[in-house]
């Protein structure tokens, strides 16, 4: 088992930034592909950003150039960094674990965390 907690949600205003972040607990973090997702209201959830124990990076195309992912293998930490926010950033996100490779099906992944919402005001 992975027991993932997430934090650093709030409400922000347009433009500005939020960091998550995602402590891990359970089995070998660094064996791990750590990824977040995010739920709107009345979407589904969608792959935000991934990151490999080889730190191969993945990153939806709406988020490119204002998100970015990182890890710690040694705190067992996954972290997102989110800058010049938008409205439709607005949603619940989730960090999630799974072996092997980056993928977008959220049914891939093994662990979930509880989710922390973040909210961007215009």
């Known amino acids: 088992q992975v027991h993932l907690v997430e934090s650093g949600g709030g409400l922000v205003q347009t433009g500005g930034s939020l960091r998550l972040s995602c402590a891990a607990s359970?089995?070998?973090?660094?064996?791990?592909?750590m990824a977040w997702f995010r739920q709107p209201p009345g979407k589904e959830r969608e792959l935000v950003a991934g990151i490999s124990w080889r730190y191969n990076k993945y990153y939806t195309d709406s988020v490119k150039g204002r998100f970015t992912i990182s890890r710690d293998n040694a705190k067992a930490t996954v972290d997102l960094q989110m800058n010049s926010l938008k409205p439709e950033d607005t949603a619940v996100y989730y960090c999630?674990?799974?072996?092997?490779?980056?993928?977008?099906?959220?049914?891939?992944?093994?662990?979930w965390g509880q989710g922390t919402q973040v909210t961007v005001s215009s």
């Open positions: 359970g089995r070998t973090f660094s064996n791990y592909v």
């Open positions: 999630a674990a799974r072996p092997g490779i980056i993928g977008g099906d959220a049914q891939d992944y093994d662990y």
